[in-house]
């Protein structure tokens, strides 16, 4: 069964270094999504993604967040300059369908983890 | 906004016995999604159960079933015949066409044997 993957699976990485984090979408999937959880915390969106441009994202995804989709198949988040505060369990996910009213397909996350 | 809540922050049942994690949830809206995702130690978010809003009919997927209260905007997720495997962290989320998801603060669920 097809299915989303992401890498690195853990990441650790210094305060205000760059990070870019990994997704290959279930290849016929047209939505892709990221979000995070901070440890002990909620799973929260931070962006959505179609048509090669952002459709919506939230009040986390600031400045310092970017999305791309470089080839057909992988789409990564960057962290411009991470903070301890971004030390979080990273999801991507897809979803098959334009309207995005489809099932999200989760990855099995990226812990990324700030020093 | 659309706001998910799960007023259980843990729960445990004997394996084999049924449990029931309650979920609800705040909108204007008719037309929506409902999900229940599992997140088991190794923190993977594995959908367990999705209900269309528009659908009368309870969502059932072997083990794992919905007790969906439209009027009462609640959604709660029964599992039966517990097994060990289904410790995990619980999810309830809420989806409107065309919108993200918007996701409950879990609850913990423990099978004990």
């Known amino acids: 069964e097809p299915e989303v993957t992401q890498t690195p699976s853990h990441q650790v990485t210094q305060m205000g270094q760059e990070v870019i984090l990994r997704c290959v979408p279930i290849?016929?999937?047209?939505?892709f999504y990221w979000y995070r959880q901070i440890l002990g915390q909620k799973v929260e969106f931070l962006v959505s993604?179609?048509?090669?441009?952002?459709?919506?994202k939230s009040e986390i995804f600031d400045d310092q967040f970017s999305v791309e989709r470089p080839d057909g198949s992988n789409f990564t988040l960057k962290i411009r300059s991470t903070k301890l505060e971004d030390s979080a369990m990273y999801f991507c996910?897809?979803?098959?369908?334009?309207?995005?009213?489809?099932?999200?397909?989760f990855g099995p996350g990226t812990r990324l983890t700030v020093l | 906004a659309q706001t998910v809540t799960q007023s259980q922050p843990e729960m445990s049942v004997q394996e084999a016995e049924t449990v029931t994690l309650s979920c609800t949830y705040d909108?204007?809206?008719?037309?929506?999604?409902l999900f229940w995702y599992k997140q088991p130690p190794s923190r993977q978010m594995i959908l367990v159960i999705r209900?269309?809003?528009?659908?009368?009919q309870n969502a059932t997927e072997n083990r794992f079933s919905v007790n969906f209260q439209k009027a009462a905007k609640s959604f709660s997720l029964k599992i039966s015949d517990s097994q060990l495997g289904d410790t995990a962290m619980y999810f309830c989320?809420?989806?409107?066409?065309?919108?993200?998801?918007?996701f409950g603060a879990g609850t913990r669920l423990t099978v004990k044997p």
């Open positions: 996910a897809s979803s098959p369908t334009e309207s995005n009213t489809d099932t999200q397909y």
């Open positions: 290849s016929n999937h047209l939505y």
């Open positions: 993604f179609y048509n090669n441009e952002i459709s919506e």
């Open positions: 909108t204007s809206e008719s037309n929506y999604y």
């Open positions: 209900q269309e809003a528009y659908k009368q």
């Open positions: 989320a809420f989806m409107k066409w065309g919108d993200d998801m918007r």
